[in-house]
């Protein structure tokens, strides 16, 4: 039996995530030492279980039938500033530590390049797995490279950006390679000076009301914080899982018919994809604010789904596939859930 490292038995999946639904995980690892993940995943394999990597449970939805399997609780912790030539610092977080914590740090030190991904609930682990961003920052603009452990060469290894394969909402570690690597460090190269380029919508206007002109990273840490603040609950308060659904990707070539049916169809260029807004989408159905089967469409985002009474999985399935036919029949666009599922 291994005892340094924390393992509990029969835990409710829901209480490690922020839509708090779920059946109950066979085991739950925590993770807060390098150590300790070759260790788990000589204990799962001694059990001959399946492994699930979980951060903070804002984007994993919870299934009733649970995890027959072994959950590794990423808590590995530790930021640090690796270089600094003058123009641009490299800094270096552990996978466990809040992605807002990393934004802060870096904010601190008047950098630019994820401070418009304040506030996002989660971790820096979770941030290179799906490409996280916001307000027109991601993080694989500004990635150098991952420290993950390999789980079929069972060593520890560092990829690149390039390896990573990063687009919208994508990367090796959530398609062609899921579930291979356990991200255990993230490492990204920040620059002095303000956001540069076009900002989203309602970032800028935000600024505009309040008479705010200097895009200093403070000074759009503040407003991310509150414009999520205005439209976004707080996961750790209200259950959701944040954003639910994925912008939707469209060709170059389609741009022009969508706007000549939706004038007002909010398009942007993020990287080198074109992405709806997913949110406007749904709003434009009627749906916002509506209570599906037990999940609210927020009346202050419809990007987001609220938990309110939803008894099970089946519920929030229902839910989800109202919303995407809506969507669908009025668009001829179609949804995609951002949250993984257990």
Known sequence: ????????????????????????????????????????????????????????????????????????????????????????????AMAGEKLDDLAAFTVERDLTGIEAMSAIPGTVG?????NVG????????????????DTELRDFITLSVKELGFRYRRSILNSDMKKRFFV????????????????YRSLQAYLDENGI????????????????????????????????????????????????????????????????AAGWLIEQTGLKGQLLHGMRVSDKAALILINESAGNYADLAAARAAIVAAVRDKFGLELEQEPEEI
Do not use: H
């Not at 204990?43 to 492994?51: C, W």
């Not at 979770?126 to 799906?130: D, F, M």
């Not at 990204?188 to 303000?194: A, D, H, I, M, W």
């Open 1 to 92: 039996m291994i005892v340094y490292m924390k393992i509990r038995e029969n835990v409710p999946i829901a209480e490690l995530t922020t839509m708090r639904m779920g059946g109950f995980a066979r085991y739950v690892v925590e993770i807060t030492t390098v150590n300790d993940i070759v260790e788990a995943y000589k204990f799962a394999d001694e059990k001959g279980l399946p492994t699930y990597i979980l951060g903070g449970g804002s984007n994993t939805i919870g299934r009733d039938e649970g995890f027959d399997g072994v959950i590794l609780l990423n808590k590995l912790r530790g930021i640090d500033v690796l270089g600094d030539d003058g123009e641009t610092v490299t800094v270096q």
């Open 126 to 130: 979770a941030a290179p797995v799906q």
């Open 134 to 149: 916001a307000y027109g920052q991601d993080i694989g603009a500004v990635l150098v490279s991952v420290e993950a452990f």
């Open 184 to 199: 255990t460090a993230v490492t990204v190269r920040l620059r002095r000076g303000e956001i540069a380029g076009e900002l």
């Open 213 to 276: 002109a200097d895009r200093r990273p403070a000074t759009i840490r503040d407003a991310v914080i509150a414009v999520r603040a205005g439209k976004i609950p707080n996961p750790m308060k209200i259950a959701s899982s944040g954003s639910f659904f994925k912008n939707v990707s469209v060709d170059e070539a389609e741009i022009d018919g969508l706007r000549a049916k939706f004038p007002n169809i909010p398009i942007y260029k993020i990287g080198e994809s074109w992405e709806v």
